[in-house]
């Protein structure tokens, strides 16, 4: 599985971006599919994911603001950003998690930097 993810920029405190991760093979495959970020100096955290049946999972500080989603046709994940902080600056991370044969494995894709500046 490879995961390649864009969609990042400079965008204005209160401003959107839509992130997407394009997933080689099929994104039904993937047990469950999630974004992660990383802001200089802090650990690496989840921002939300998203299951092959559809149930979503937010975490507190991105909960009402964003949203994830996958199109299976288009073997995409995205990421909606509305309403976006400083706080949210980081690079953002597509992350794909399979179960095959009762074995877990996990793959990430590049980062993309998101910054929210005036």
């Known amino acids: 599985v490879q995961l390649q993810a864009f969609g990042g920029g400079l965008v204005q405190p209160g401003g959107s971006l839509r992130l997407s991760c394009a997933v080689s093979?099929?994104?039904?495959?993937?047990?469950?599919m999630a974004w992660y970020r990383q802001a200089p100096g802090q650990q690496r955290e989840l921002v939300a994911s998203?299951?092959?049946?559809?149930?979503?999972n937010y975490s507190d500080s991105v909960k009402g603001r964003f949203t994830i989603s996958r199109d299976n046709a288009k073997n995409t994940v995205y990421l909606q950003m509305n309403s976006l902080k400083p706080e949210d600056t980081a690079a953002y991370y597509c992350?794909?998690?399979?179960?095959?044969?009762?074995?877990?494995?996990?793959?990430w894709g590049q980062g993309t930097l998101v910054t929210v500046s005036s």
């Open positions: 992350n794909a998690f399979r179960i095959r044969s009762g074995v877990g494995s996990n793959y």
């Open positions: 093979g099929s994104v039904s495959s993937i047990n469950v």
């Open positions: 998203i299951t092959s049946g559809g149930t979503t």
